[in-house]
């Protein structure tokens, strides 16, 4: 239930909230009202004694600890999701690129790269993905996967490469077939079952679906939670104002 306004401004309802929870990380996430009303008035250490072993002294972030903090991560999401005061300082200070150069880059639903399995007997496979570690442990699970089972017929141990950058999705379609053609040209067989331009089960809105669903909605809550992946779609490509523009909203 939402709380009322001026609800967190008083002391002892920050603290029955701060009871609630574990973990630092938590209170903020979970209830960022109490967390904030608490930080900026002082009370944070004192309704959080149950958890104070976890609260960093006020100037533990510098950039040797962030530094040394962020080499437990291996990507600025797990960084940011289980070092929320590191992380935050990183970025507060303009850290963030020199701390984190060990650690992969991954996209999202909506930003992915292209990236190749190159055989020596001259079988490559294309495809897409948002986190490449993930894809290649998720393929190896894959009894059925084409890499997979070229590797175990061939006893072949393929060249991966990264093909793009991470790039806004139907971008990332369109580069993926046009590798596929210059693979073909070159002379290689193409190890993909199905059609480029599969993307799992993300559903591809394109900003005319994105319209069109707006205009059917009454506020602009009706189309954030009623059509949550066109809302998602427009957010991620930029289009979410031009579209409140257009339909009204």
């Known amino acids: 239930m939402r709380k009322s306004r001026g609800y967190w401004i008083d002391k002892e309802n920050c603290r029955l909230e701060a009871l609630k929870y574990n973990r630092i ?9 109490a967390y904030n009303s608490a930080k900026s008035n002082d009370w944070l250490i004192e309704i959080t004694k149950h958890i104070i072993c ?23 999401t797990e960084f940011k999701n289980n070092s929320a005061g590191a ?41 897409i993905t948002y986190n490449i570690e993930r894809r290649k442990h998720d393929r190896k699970k894959c009894k059925t996967d084409s890499v997979t089972k070229h590797i175990k017929k061939t006893r072949i141990t393929p060249l991966f490469k990264q093909l793009t950058d991470f790039i806004p999705v139907d971008k990332a379609i369109y580069l993926e077939n046009d590798y596929v053609q210059k693979y073909l040209k070159d002379g290689w067989n193409i190890l993909n079952k199905s059609k480029t331009g599969s993307v799992g089960s993300v559903k591809k809105w394109t900003k005319e ?9 009454k506020t602009r809550t009706d189309f954030c939670k009623q059509t949550k992946g066109a809302y998602d779609a427009a957010r991620r490509y930029g289009w979410i104002n031009e579209i409140y523009l257009l339909v009204g909203l």
């Open 87 to 127: 992380y935050d300082s990183c970025k507060e200070n303009g850290w963030i690129d020199s701390v984190s150069g060990h650690m992969i880059n991954i996209g999202h639903r909506y930003k992915k790269c292209v990236y190749s399995y190159e055989f020596s007997d001259n079988h490559v496979y294309v495809g």
């Open 54 to 76: 976890k609260i960093k002294p006020v100037g533990y972030w510098s950039f040797e600890n962030c530094k040394n903090e962020a080499l437990k991560y291996k990507s600025r």
């Open 25 to 33: 990380s938590d209170f903020k996430k979970k209830s960022g009202g």
């Open 209 to 217: 679906k994105c319209i069109e669903v707006g205009k059917k909605c």
